[in-house]
T-cell receptor, first 114, second 115 residues
C-alpha cells in the first residue's frame, strides 16, 4: 500500500541547533515533494518544493533534500529559533507527473526550546 | 487582502442537519480543493475541482458535495451531518496546472463540531 511517513510526531530541540525532519514514502513515484508549515488554528503554508531531479533546495535557513532511491526527503532548519515551533508537513503528488493533487504526511510537531 | 477565505470559521450543529461551508480565492487560480483534518491532525484530500472537472476521493461519503458557482468559489455542502464529520475543513487553491506542481494556498479552516 502507499504510505507517507514522517519520522516522529514530535521533535524537541534547543534553540540554535539544527532541526532535521524526515519524510519517507513507499509505493509512490512522485515528480516532486513539498514541505508546508502549519501553526495551531491556521491552514498550512507552503515552504519549499523539490523536484525529482533535484538533490537539494535551500531557502534562507531552510534546506530540503530529496533522495528518490531511498524514497526519502529531509527538511533542515539551521540556527533554529522558538518562532520555528510549528507542525511541518511533507506532501507529494500521488500519481506522479500529471497530477495536481497532493497527499500529505501526518506532520512532525517541532518545538524549539529557548 | 485575504488570498483564500472561508466562512464560517466555527460551525456547531446537531446531528442530521445540513450545512454549507463557503470558500473564495482571489488569486486567480484554476484549481480548488477541500481537505479534512481530523483530531489526529491528518490532512486528507476530499475533492479537487478544476475547470468543471471534479475529482472525488472515493472514501468521501456522498453526503458531501462540492459546488462551484464560478472559478473563484468552491463551496462544500454536507447533508445529514454525523458525529464523525467533526473536524477542521480547509479550502485550498493552486495555479499553473500546466506545470502540474502548483503549490497550494490554504484558507484558515472551518472548525465543524457535530453534537
Amino acid at each position: 500500500s502507499q504510505k507517507i511517513e514522517q519520522n516522529s510526531e514530535a521533535l524537541n530541540i534547543q534553540e540554535g541547533k539544527t532541526a532535521t525532519l524526515t519524510c519517507n514514502y513507499t509505493n509512490y513515484s512522485p515528480a516532486y515533494l513539498q514541505w508546508y508549515r502549519q501553526d495551531p488554528g491556521r491552514g498550512p503554508v507552503f515552504l519549499l518544493l523539490i523536484r525529482e531531479n533535484e538533490k537539494e533546495k535551500r531557502k534562507e535557513r531552510l534546506k530540503v533534500t530529496f533522495d528518490t532511491t531511498l524514497k526519502q526527503s529531509l527538511f533542515h532548519i539551521t540556527a533554529s529559533q522558538p518562532a520555528d515551533s510549528a507542525t511541518y508537513l511533507c506532501a507529494l503528488d500521488p500519481r506522479g507527473a500529471g497530477s495536481y493533487q497532493l497527499t500529505f504526511g501526518k506532520g512532525t510537531k517541532l518545538s524549539v526550546i529557548p | 487582502d485575504t488570498a483564500v477565505s472561508q466562512t464560517p470559521k466555527y460551525l456547531v450543529t446537531q446531528m442530521g442537519n445540513d450545512k454549507s461551508i463557503k470558500c473564495e480565492q482571489n488569486l486567480g487560480h484554476d484549481t480548488m480543493y477541500w481537505y479534512k483534518q481530523d483530531s489526529k491532525k491528518f490532512l486528507k484530500i476530499m475533492f479537487s475541482y478544476n475547470n468543471k472537472e471534479l475529482i472525488i476521493n472515493e472514501t468521501v461519503p456522498n453526503r458531501f458535495s462540492p459546488k462551484s458557482p464560478d472559478k473563484a468559489h468552491l463551496n462544500l455542502h454536507i447533508n445529514s451531518l454525523e458525529l464523525g464529520d467533526s473536524a477542521v475543513y480547509f479550502c485550498a487553491s493552486s495555479q499553473d496546472l500546466g506545470k502540474r506542481e502548483g503549490t497550494q494556498y490554504f484558507g484558515p479552516g472551518t472548525r465543524l463540531l457535530v453534537l
